[in-house]
């Protein structure tokens, strides 16, 4: 009786874990299976199919270019002569023309001077302003050496002649040639004058300079080749854009991507 009451729970845990065995069964996974040997005893894995040799159809070169307007320097040769004027030319006015001006001040304070003190006071008042102004525009373009020269050539022409005009006219004439000359011996131009046009005279030598110049350029930029090139591949014309000479063949992929060249004959 005894015995009897021990088994029961027992057999009654028994009975209640039989139902939970074949879901224990089906949660379990199933072994994995097992490779495939080869005769060799190696295993033989799945390869991808080799690439298709494809023969090209045609190939021609592409080259695109660009274009677009910069701002650019680059160094010319210009004569010396170019150079000194546009050198003198950048210059402000007034200090370009400061000798010009300084012999037109010359000249109009010699000139009224002068006739201030030769002629009557009723003749300086009638011809004071056009012998200023006259003698301003001749000491212009004679300079301060042709204006000084002038006033030295008059007064040796008055001494000798005796104070006759006509002497005394020369002189100032003389002077004032031989003025300017000795001047621009001294103190040359800032720009020689320019060469004569006539055949007979002396060629004179030319001096270049290097100079920079800048301005706008078209410039142009080339980008790589690309090669269109048309192959057939199952049957079918296809057209692809190639960074490289695709040669005679393709190798073309079983999905149809490219490869690269084929690198063989195709006759």
Known sequence: MHFAAAIYPGLIGIALALPALPALGQSTPPPPAAPVVGPTGLVDLELPPPPVVAPVLYAYATLSSTSQVEQTCWQVLIPERDYLVRQNNAKPWLLR??????????????????????????????????VIVGSAGGGFVLGPGGVAGAVIGGAIGDKLGKQKPAITVAGMAGGALAGKALWDMVFPPAVPPAPGNDPDDDIPVEVFLRDKSCGTRLQTAHSQSVYRVGYRFNDEERVAEL?????????????????????????
């Not at 002068?114 to 056009?130: E, N, Q, S």
């Open 97 to 130: 023309n400061a000798v010009p001006l300084i012999g037109a001040a010359m000249g109009g304070f010699t000139g009224g001077f002068l006739l201030k003190r030769h002629a009557t006071a009723a003749v300086y008042k009638r011809w004071a302003v056009p």
């Open 243 to 267: 960074p490289y000479d695709p040669g005679e063949a393709l190798l073309v992929s079983a999905g149809g991507d490219i490869t690269g060249p084929a690198r063989k004959r195709i006759d």
